[in-house]
Every structure is written in C-alpha cells, then in structure tokens.
Nanobody
C-alpha cells in the first residue's frame, strides 16, 4: 500500500478554479494508476478522473470533461486535479486513490483501488 495525502481543497465561487494535489509515499509511484473520486453528502463515492502509471492515458467523467484535468509528476510522487469552471454540484469531499497497474477506463470503481487518502473538502458556493 501507499500513503496518500491530499491538499488544495477549499471554498470557491461558481466559475472559479482550484488545484488539488495528492502526495504519495511510495518508492514505486510510477507503477501506480491514480484516481480522483468525490463523494457528496448522502451520495456514493464516484470516479472523477484517473491517470495511468505512465501518465499517457487519462479518463475524465462526463460531468467534468472539459473542466477538470488530471496530471501527474512521477519525479515528485504527486498527482494533480486541476478544476476549472467549478459548479455548485462539484461540492464534495475529494479523495485520491492508488493501485498498481490498473487499466484506465470508465469501469474503474472504488473497489479497484487499495490505497486512499483522507479526503479534502471542496465547496463551490457564492
């Protein structure tokens, strides 16, 4: 398993931007597929975006496509989620997740990832 620590959440107005970071403590970070999930109150935890271990393959949920971008820096053991044009419905706790060599696709789900961060709150409100 790998330890994950998210940062960058906060309160932002609709239309604003935030960048979430997830720092991983793993010597083999470049072998991990990384994902960002979010969970709103009373709802299930859903996949927002994922990125392959090499960074060459990414996936974004339809609800965030064109607004959110996932990226990674393997030299810094960090994955990012750039969130632009934020909407009130983006309000949720955002979680970083990792597991080795998962194939990136729209079928990835919570059960596929073995390591999780503690989550960071994102609130979009005027």
């Amino acid at each position: 398993q790998v330890q994950l620590v998210e940062s960058g959440g906060g309160l932002v107005q609709p239309g604003g931007s935030l960048r979430l970071s997830c720092a991983a403590s793993a010597r083999s970070f470049s072998s991990y597929t990384m994902g960002w999930f979010r969970q709103a109150p009373g709802k299930e935890r859903d996949l927002v975006a994922a990125i392959s271990w090499s960074g060459r393959v990414t996936y974004s949920a339809d609800s965030v496509k064109g607004r959110f971008t996932i990226s990674r820096d393997n030299a810094k053991n960090t994955v990012y989620l750039q969130m632009n044009k934020l909407k009130p419905e983006d309000t949720a706790v955002y979680y970083c997740a990792a597991d080795s060599y998962l194939v990136v696709s729209n079928t990835l789900q919570v059960a596929d990832f073995g390591s999780w961060g503690q989550g960071t709150q994102v609130t979009v409100s005027s």
